[in-house]
Antibody, heavy 117, light 112 residues
Protein backbone atom coordinates (compact mmCIF):
# COMPACT_ATOMS: atom_id res chain seq x y z
CA UNK A 1 0.00 0.00 0.00
CA UNK A 2 1.06 3.60 -0.49
CA UNK A 3 3.09 4.92 2.42
CA UNK A 4 4.88 8.16 3.13
CA UNK A 5 7.20 7.96 6.12
CA UNK A 6 8.78 11.14 7.41
CA UNK A 7 11.90 11.75 9.43
CA UNK A 8 11.80 12.49 13.15
CA UNK A 9 11.28 15.66 15.10
CA UNK A 10 13.88 18.42 15.01
CA UNK A 11 14.79 21.29 17.30
CA UNK A 12 16.58 24.19 15.67
CA UNK A 13 17.88 27.58 16.73
CA UNK A 14 16.74 30.76 15.01
CA UNK A 15 18.70 31.35 11.85
CA UNK A 16 19.52 27.68 11.38
CA UNK A 17 18.22 25.38 8.63
CA UNK A 18 16.02 22.31 8.79
CA UNK A 19 15.91 19.31 6.50
CA UNK A 20 12.98 16.91 6.65
CA UNK A 21 12.71 13.75 4.57
CA UNK A 22 9.74 11.85 3.20
CA UNK A 23 10.26 8.27 2.03
CA UNK A 24 7.70 6.92 -0.38
CA UNK A 25 6.80 3.28 -0.90
CA UNK A 26 4.08 1.19 -2.46
CA UNK A 27 4.00 2.96 -5.82
CA UNK A 28 6.18 4.23 -8.65
CA UNK A 29 7.95 7.16 -7.01
CA UNK A 30 8.34 9.24 -10.16
CA UNK A 31 4.67 9.04 -11.14
CA UNK A 32 3.27 11.39 -8.47
CA UNK A 33 4.13 14.87 -7.24
CA UNK A 34 5.01 15.32 -3.58
CA UNK A 35 3.67 18.40 -1.81
CA UNK A 36 4.61 19.83 1.56
CA UNK A 37 2.24 21.61 3.89
CA UNK A 38 2.71 22.80 7.44
CA UNK A 39 0.53 23.46 10.44
CA UNK A 40 1.54 25.73 13.27
CA UNK A 41 -0.05 25.12 16.67
CA UNK A 42 -3.64 26.26 16.63
CA UNK A 43 -3.49 27.22 12.97
CA UNK A 44 -4.74 25.77 9.72
CA UNK A 45 -2.74 24.04 7.04
CA UNK A 46 -0.45 26.06 4.79
CA UNK A 47 0.85 24.91 1.42
CA UNK A 48 4.64 25.23 1.19
CA UNK A 49 5.27 23.88 -2.28
CA UNK A 50 5.71 20.79 -4.41
CA UNK A 51 8.23 18.78 -6.37
CA UNK A 52 7.91 16.61 -9.43
CA UNK A 53 10.03 13.60 -8.47
CA UNK A 54 10.46 12.69 -12.14
CA UNK A 55 11.98 15.96 -13.35
CA UNK A 56 12.93 17.61 -10.08
CA UNK A 57 10.87 20.66 -11.05
CA UNK A 58 9.66 22.62 -8.05
CA UNK A 59 7.14 25.31 -7.23
CA UNK A 60 6.90 27.17 -3.95
CA UNK A 61 4.48 29.51 -2.25
CA UNK A 62 5.76 33.06 -2.55
CA UNK A 63 6.26 33.52 1.19
CA UNK A 64 8.89 30.76 1.25
CA UNK A 65 10.75 31.61 -1.93
CA UNK A 66 14.39 32.29 -1.36
CA UNK A 67 14.72 30.07 1.68
CA UNK A 68 13.03 26.79 0.67
CA UNK A 69 14.50 23.92 -1.30
CA UNK A 70 12.91 20.65 -2.32
CA UNK A 71 15.01 17.84 -3.73
CA UNK A 72 14.59 14.16 -4.40
CA UNK A 73 16.69 11.02 -4.58
CA UNK A 74 15.00 8.69 -7.02
CA UNK A 75 17.33 5.82 -6.14
CA UNK A 76 15.80 5.56 -2.66
CA UNK A 77 12.41 7.22 -3.28
CA UNK A 78 12.96 10.08 -0.86
CA UNK A 79 11.97 13.71 -1.09
CA UNK A 80 13.62 16.36 1.07
CA UNK A 81 12.31 19.69 2.32
CA UNK A 82 14.88 22.23 3.42
CA UNK A 83 13.99 25.55 4.99
CA UNK A 84 16.72 28.01 5.87
CA UNK A 85 16.96 31.09 8.10
CA UNK A 86 14.44 29.60 10.48
CA UNK A 87 12.36 31.90 12.65
CA UNK A 88 10.21 31.18 15.69
CA UNK A 89 7.05 31.17 13.57
CA UNK A 90 8.45 28.35 11.44
CA UNK A 91 7.69 26.09 14.39
CA UNK A 92 5.12 23.72 12.95
CA UNK A 93 4.16 20.20 12.02
CA UNK A 94 5.37 19.59 8.47
CA UNK A 95 3.56 17.01 6.30
CA UNK A 96 4.42 15.52 2.95
CA UNK A 97 1.49 14.59 0.72
CA UNK A 98 1.20 12.61 -2.47
CA UNK A 99 -0.43 14.64 -5.20
CA UNK A 100 -3.01 12.65 -7.12
CA UNK A 101 -4.15 15.02 -9.84
CA UNK A 102 -6.75 17.20 -8.20
CA UNK A 103 -6.29 16.00 -4.64
CA UNK A 104 -3.89 14.48 -2.13
CA UNK A 105 -4.47 10.79 -1.55
CA UNK A 106 -1.81 9.96 1.00
CA UNK A 107 -0.13 11.88 3.79
CA UNK A 108 2.96 11.35 5.86
CA UNK A 109 2.68 11.15 9.63
CA UNK A 110 4.08 14.65 10.08
CA UNK A 111 7.39 15.97 11.41
CA UNK A 112 7.47 18.49 14.24
CA UNK A 113 10.07 21.18 13.77
CA UNK A 114 10.58 23.42 16.78
CA UNK A 115 12.54 26.65 16.50
CA UNK A 116 13.78 27.61 19.93
CA UNK A 117 16.67 29.57 21.34
CA UNK B 1 -5.62 33.20 9.22
CA UNK B 2 -6.42 30.38 6.82
CA UNK B 3 -7.28 30.95 3.20
CA UNK B 4 -10.47 28.89 3.44
CA UNK B 5 -12.89 29.54 6.29
CA UNK B 6 -14.29 26.67 8.32
CA UNK B 7 -16.21 26.71 11.60
CA UNK B 8 -13.90 25.96 14.51
CA UNK B 9 -16.18 23.29 15.88
CA UNK B 10 -19.37 21.37 15.25
CA UNK B 11 -21.08 18.70 17.28
CA UNK B 12 -23.81 16.14 16.96
CA UNK B 13 -25.24 13.10 18.64
CA UNK B 14 -24.82 9.57 17.36
CA UNK B 15 -27.15 8.92 14.45
CA UNK B 16 -27.58 12.57 13.60
CA UNK B 17 -26.25 14.42 10.56
CA UNK B 18 -23.88 17.36 10.59
CA UNK B 19 -22.53 19.66 7.90
CA UNK B 20 -19.18 21.43 7.85
CA UNK B 21 -18.78 24.43 5.58
CA UNK B 22 -15.68 25.63 3.77
CA UNK B 23 -15.85 29.14 2.34
CA UNK B 24 -13.35 30.48 -0.16
CA UNK B 25 -13.41 32.89 -3.07
CA UNK B 26 -14.06 32.91 -6.78
CA UNK B 27 -10.34 32.20 -7.26
CA UNK B 28 -10.46 28.87 -5.51
CA UNK B 29 -13.62 27.10 -4.28
CA UNK B 30 -15.87 29.05 -6.61
CA UNK B 31 -13.66 28.59 -9.66
CA UNK B 32 -12.74 24.93 -9.54
CA UNK B 33 -14.39 21.64 -8.64
CA UNK B 34 -11.18 20.58 -6.91
CA UNK B 35 -12.30 20.68 -3.30
CA UNK B 36 -11.17 17.87 -1.03
CA UNK B 37 -11.94 16.96 2.56
CA UNK B 38 -9.61 15.24 4.99
CA UNK B 39 -10.25 13.55 8.31
CA UNK B 40 -7.53 13.81 10.93
CA UNK B 41 -7.41 11.80 14.11
CA UNK B 42 -4.64 13.17 16.37
CA UNK B 43 -1.42 11.27 16.05
CA UNK B 44 -2.39 9.70 12.75
CA UNK B 45 -1.90 10.74 9.17
CA UNK B 46 -4.84 12.68 7.70
CA UNK B 47 -7.12 10.64 5.45
CA UNK B 48 -8.78 11.69 2.20
CA UNK B 49 -12.56 11.49 2.54
CA UNK B 50 -13.91 13.48 -0.44
CA UNK B 51 -12.26 14.76 -3.60
CA UNK B 52 -13.43 16.83 -6.55
CA UNK B 53 -16.26 18.18 -4.38
CA UNK B 54 -18.44 15.07 -4.42
CA UNK B 55 -16.34 11.95 -4.97
CA UNK B 56 -15.53 9.36 -2.32
CA UNK B 57 -12.35 7.31 -2.55
CA UNK B 58 -12.72 3.58 -2.40
CA UNK B 59 -13.25 2.43 1.17
CA UNK B 60 -14.77 5.65 2.50
CA UNK B 61 -18.23 5.22 3.98
CA UNK B 62 -21.17 6.57 1.99
CA UNK B 63 -22.19 8.40 5.18
CA UNK B 64 -19.75 11.05 3.98
CA UNK B 65 -20.87 13.32 1.16
CA UNK B 66 -19.73 16.59 -0.36
CA UNK B 67 -21.35 19.45 -2.19
CA UNK B 68 -20.65 22.98 -3.36
CA UNK B 69 -22.62 26.15 -3.93
CA UNK B 70 -20.83 29.23 -5.18
CA UNK B 71 -17.75 29.88 -3.06
CA UNK B 72 -18.79 27.49 -0.29
CA UNK B 73 -18.20 23.76 -0.18
CA UNK B 74 -19.74 21.48 2.40
CA UNK B 75 -19.06 18.11 3.96
CA UNK B 76 -22.04 16.25 5.36
CA UNK B 77 -21.70 13.27 7.65
CA UNK B 78 -24.89 11.32 8.21
CA UNK B 79 -25.57 8.69 10.84
CA UNK B 80 -22.86 10.06 13.11
CA UNK B 81 -20.70 7.51 14.86
CA UNK B 82 -18.25 7.90 17.71
CA UNK B 83 -15.34 7.12 15.37
CA UNK B 84 -16.22 10.16 13.27
CA UNK B 85 -14.96 12.42 16.04
CA UNK B 86 -11.89 14.08 14.50
CA UNK B 87 -10.63 17.24 12.88
CA UNK B 88 -11.76 17.89 9.31
CA UNK B 89 -9.92 20.06 6.78
CA UNK B 90 -10.92 21.24 3.35
CA UNK B 91 -8.61 22.15 0.50
CA UNK B 92 -9.03 23.70 -2.91
CA UNK B 93 -6.94 24.38 -5.96
CA UNK B 94 -6.31 28.09 -6.35
CA UNK B 95 -4.83 30.67 -8.63
CA UNK B 96 -4.18 33.22 -5.89
CA UNK B 97 -0.63 34.58 -5.92
CA UNK B 98 1.89 31.78 -6.38
CA UNK B 99 -0.14 29.25 -4.47
CA UNK B 100 -1.40 26.05 -6.02
CA UNK B 101 -3.47 24.92 -3.07
CA UNK B 102 -5.20 26.47 -0.11
CA UNK B 103 -6.57 24.85 3.00
CA UNK B 104 -9.08 25.56 5.68
CA UNK B 105 -8.35 26.13 9.33
CA UNK B 106 -9.95 22.87 10.34
CA UNK B 107 -13.15 21.94 12.16
CA UNK B 108 -13.24 19.88 15.32
CA UNK B 109 -16.17 17.45 15.20
CA UNK B 110 -17.39 16.27 18.56
CA UNK B 111 -19.78 13.34 18.78
CA UNK B 112 -21.77 13.91 21.94
Amino acid sequence: QVQLVQSGAEVKKPGASMKVSCKASGYIFTDFYIHWVRQARGQGLEWVGRINPNSGDTKFAQKFQGRVTMTRDTSISIVYLELSRLQFDDTALYYCLRGAGTTFDSWGQGTLVTVSS
Amino acid sequence: QSALTQPASVSGSPGQSITISCTGTNSDVGAYNYVSWFQHHPGKAPKLMIYDVINRPSGVSNRFSGSKSGNTASLTISGLQAEDEADYYCSSYTTINTLDWVFGGGTKLTVL
